[in-house]
Structure formats: structure tokens, C-alpha cells
């Protein structure tokens, strides 16, 4: 017995070294092919290109430029006063404007007429923000989908949009927030899914059937010259829209000009997207039209592309001051909420989410969730009520908050510097029509602490002179 077990014991050793021997002479032999570059690996013996950064040419410690954030610290009221009063004094500001200068409870220390209502422009974008941001899951997507129906007997690939007014023409593009999701990239899996099915020929129906009828503000015209400032939401759009024909191709998320926008989105893309599909190798029948709501949900998912979250997109809108985006912010808020499909719904939403948070609503008469349609009003009491929430740590709405743009480093306030010590230290968004200069935000105090802000001129003597005197009031801010 003993004999008899012992070989089968010696047998098992010498077959587990012979497997790590092998193991071994395996792994090394693939080391070696990957070194010498006969097989695709990451070591390599030929030199390579390393990634330098230049040296900054200077750093500055946090703690100097701005003491700690504490949202306790008080105001120094005779200052803040000052401040106001330089501000009516100063060249191009006239005398129809309304400033207020608030901490971080929104607790108002010094103002000029903060219950007046006044037209506010883009600021009002501050307020659809908020309800949005406060409402909305902002991590969640707006997806674009693709699915196969049969329509009487003829296989259709219905495109649905959810939303999504940034898609990209390209594929898609994870390094910026407008062209996140692309149109090629959709047409390349949603014809390696048909041709799974056997599937080589298609029409193509485009759905923009979620957001209603009622997608555009009564006479926002009357501010769109040219179609460069609003076209109404639809629930998909390549690039907000905008036709960069004969204009200077400027980087996606960081353009400055104010290109005519499409009035026909959802079917711009709609076109392009049966272009896409036919060059992956499906034949596109001529178009069937756009899709009924009997369709709707029915048939087999193709493909999905899936936009920037919504906090993302929220921070484009704000720092371009998008009038659309805002407009899509303000259904997306009215939908989830249950107020309406429509312009009324959405102002509707707006005012709600304001209320339920405490805020006033003193004045406060919306005629869009943008601010570009004519007859908007509100107080600036209103604003820095919302600037209080945006800073508070249980404010709920930090996308909205972190959206704001930074003068002399992004958005439509990058060329705006009242002071260079200041850079960094100020979040705002502006407005701008042509009888409506405004500022709204908030400043990181130099010293500590926080202090919100809010300013409107209506009819300005000279608006130019009126932009620098609030960029040199909003700078001084720091300093308080």
C-alpha cells in the first residue's frame, strides 16, 4: 500500500513543477516579445516621448490670496454703503439702477433700492439655475436613442431625442460638454445592431415629440436679431444649433461669437444622421417623416449616445449665457414637476421652486425662464436671495453655484476685469439687452468670509461705461 500510494504522490510533484516551469518560461518568453516589440505591449526598448509642463512662472499661496470662506463674518455696513453710493456716482450708470450687497444668509447690509422692479436681462438665468439644479438629478443624462419599428412592413429606425441640444456631428467626444455625444458614433452602433438582425435597408423617422407645441417665448423676437440669440428648444440639436459658416472654427466649449442659429434643429439632425447611417454601409430610404407619438417606446433599442451630465451642461448655459439652454432647463424643471408642457409651465416651475425655498418673489414677473424675452421683471433682492442659496453648504443647488462664470478667466466675463487682484475670487452672470446692464454673484473676501451681490441698470446713459463701473464695484467687493 505504501509503495502504491507513493507514486501517485511523486507524480503529482514533479507535474505541478513542470507547470510552473512552463509558467514561467511562458511569462518571461512574453516579457522578452513585448521588450523587443515583436508582440503589442507597454515596455518597449526604443526611446519613447515623454509629456513635459512648463514650470508656473509663479505660485501664490491660497491662504494669501483669500482668507477662509466663513459664511459668519461680518460686513463692515458703512463700507458697503460707500460702495453703493461710488457705484450711482460713477459715469454711464444714470439713475435707474437697483443694488444690493448681501452676506451669505442673503441677509441684505447695504442697498439702493432692492424692492424695485427692473428688468434684469440674463441674470434672470440665475433663478431657472437654481429651480433646475434644485429639482433636477444633475449627474443624469439627456440620451439620444435609436430603435428599430416596423412600419407598414417597411423597417424604420426611429431617432429620438431626450434633450439633448450639444450633440456632435463627430463621435463622440468625452473631453468637452458640447459634442459629448455624437451622431457618427450613433450611426456606427446602431448599423452594427441592424446588421446583427440581417437588416440592410432602413427608412429613418426623427422624434421630437417631447417637449409639445409651445417651445418659444411671447415676442423673445423682439431680442433675436438674426436668430443669433434663441432658437426654441427641441429635444436634439448639434450644436446648440449654431452655423459656423465663413466665422472662425473656435474650440467647442470655448467660443465667443454669436453665430445664426438653426431654426429647424431637431430636423438638422435628423439629416445628418440618415448621412451617418448610409455611409456605415445601410441603405436610407427616402425620409418616412417624423415619427407619430404611437411610436413612442415601441420597437427594439438600436443604439444610445448619452450627453454631458446635467451639471456640466448647466455650466455652459450659464457661462455662454445660452437663452435655449436655459429655455430646455426651465421645460426639464416644468416637466419634472408636473406644471405644464409649455412657456407657462415653465415660468410656473420656476416661481415654485423659489417659493418652496423661501426667496422672494416681491416683483417678480417672468416672461421667459431666460431673461431674453421682453416684459421680465424682478428686484434684486430676489437675485442675492438666490446668490445665498448658491453659497450656503445645505443650499442644494451647487451646480448651479459652480456654474457661475469667473471674470477675466471664463465665460462672457472673461474679458471683464474690474481688478486683477480679484481674479478668481468673484462667480457671476451677467445680462446684458440693450437698455439693461446687470451683475449678480458672489465674492470670496480677501480678508474672509463671503458677501452676495446683485446689480441692475435699466436704461444707462452709456452702457459701456455703465459694464465698467459695475466690474469696478463687483472687484471692490473683495475687499470688504
Known sequence: MSQTSAFPARHRVAVCVACVALTLAGGIGYTAADVFDVIPGPL???????????????????????????????IDRSKAEELIRAFGEAQGVGGDYSVAIADAQGNIIAEHEASAPREPASTTKTLTAFAAAS???????????????????????????????????????????NGRAGLATLARE?????????????AVRGDDTLFGDDRTPQSIEQNNDEFRYYTPISSMAIDGGRDWTGLAAEDADGFTQYPVLSQ???????????????????????????????????????????SAPLNE?????????????????????????????????DVKAVEQVLREHGISTEGLHLTSCSG??????????????????YVSPDGGAAAASEGLALPGLTGTVKGRVGDEAALGLLRVKTGALSDVRAFAGNASRVDGGVATFAVIVNDPEDGAAANEAIDTFAASLTKL
Open 44 to 74: 518597449t526598448l526604443e526611446p519613447v516621448t515623454a509629456r513635459t509642463y512648463p514650470d508656473p512662472v509663479s505660485t501664490v499661496a491660497a491662504g494669501v490670496v483669500a482668507g477662509d470662506a466663513d459664511a459668519g463674518k461680518a
Open 135 to 177: 429639482t433636477l438629478d444633475m449627474g443624469s443624462t439627456l440620451d439620444t436613442v435609436t430603435s428599430l419599428v416596423d412600419v407598414g412592413g417597411t423597417p424604420t429606425v426611429v431617432l429620438k431625442g431626450g434633450g439633448d441640444m450639444l450633440l456632435g456631428a463627430g463621435e463622440s467626444d468625452a473631453s468637452h460638454v
Open 190 to 202: 446602431t448599423a452594427a445592431a441592424l446588421q446583427e438582425k440581417g437588416v440592410t435597408s432602413v
Open 264 to 306: 429647424t434643429t431637431a430636423d438638422d439632425v435628423t439629416a445628418t444622421f440618415r448621412t451617418l447611417l448610409a455611409a456605415q454601409g445601410i441603405t436610407v430610404g427616402d425620409d418616412a417623416g417624423a415619427a407619430d407619438a404611437s411610436a413612442d417606446g415601441q420597437g427594439e433599442r438600436l443604439a444610445t449616445v448619452r
Open 313 to 345: 451642461v448647466m455650466a455652459f448655459m450659464l457661462r455662454h449665457s445660452d437663452n435655449t439652454l436655459a429655455e430646455l432647463f426651465g421645460r426639464l424643471t416644468a416637466l419634472k414637476l408636473g406644471t405644464g408642457n409649455g412657456v407657462e409651465g
Open 372 to 389: 431674453l424675452a421682453p416684459g421680465t421683471t424682478l428686484t434684486v433682492k430676489t437675485l442675492v436671495q438666490v446668490q445665498s442659496r
